[in-house]
């Protein structure tokens, strides 16, 4: 599957559709439908140090031994609490590389910013794990433009590739600035919860679309986030049989009339004043 896609200017490329890991319930059947994935093309997984309080780190260390740790670009991310300090920064770094069974993560990512922390310096120690060799690269999440403006500001050797934010066909809000954002500067939006955790399953619109292309609504729904030059799509699902609707959104790329029809008429959930001021 030729559908692959450059994280941030690092010359990495990764297949336009990832897999996530938030919310694992039965990790063997979970196991079964990433190998399936990774037979198909899927080559990055993106998990967190929160997820399962450990166990998907746990998990996602057994895929990369199951495939070869050279096939997968893994992200991670750390809370922000544990990035208050350098050598709180290690110390939960070490121990998510302890249970990914391996020395370098691809890439890690501060999770979400707490207001009252200050994120300058959490991003100084970000980079501290760069350069200690802990991860390769470096990024954010759920963060909007003014903030990953601050970010950029605060690194020194490192460049931010990637800010992973909630982007779907419901919820569009990424795309009134952040998209235009970081296209320009070369980063790329990781797009988190983007089958809205099924609830656009049924859609009529994307159904109706979808019948033009002998696609489904799932995969009219990701193929639709991936039409933007900079975003990868990370869904997450542990049942095999759905795999096949993730691997079918890559490959080919709506019509431009039909991206207009879903901006006109699948509804977002979000009204436009909370756009203002959001990322
Ligand atoms: N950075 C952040 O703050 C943040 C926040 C949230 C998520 N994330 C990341 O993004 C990933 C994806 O987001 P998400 O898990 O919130 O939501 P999502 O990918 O939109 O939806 C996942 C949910 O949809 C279900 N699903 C998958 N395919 C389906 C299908 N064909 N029909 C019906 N249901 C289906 C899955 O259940 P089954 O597994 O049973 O199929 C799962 O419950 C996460 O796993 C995580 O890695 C990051």
Redesign the pocket.
Known sequence: MRDKKEIGRTGEKVSSIG???????NYDA?MD?FLYAYERGIDNI???EM?GDGR?EEFVGEFLRRVGRDNIFVTT?IMPQNLVSRDRAIASAEKSLRRLGIDTVDLI?L??SEPHLSLESQIKNLERLAEKGYTRYIGV??LGVEELGIAQEATSRHEIVVD???Y?VYDRRVERRLIPYTIERGITI?A??????????GDPVLRRIGEKYGK?E?EVALNYLITNPNVVA??????KE?ID??VGAMGWRLAREDIEEIRRRVESRYSIEDLEGES
Do not use: C, M
Request: glycine share 4%.
């Open positions: 897999l996530g890991t938030w919310n694992i319930i979970a439908a993106d998990t967190a997820y998907a991310k990512l999770h979400w999440s759920n992973q934010v909630r779907s990781q988190y919860s983007p089958i809205e955790r099924g609830a656009i399953i489904t799932v990370i869904p997450k699902t542990e049942k759905r609707l993730f």
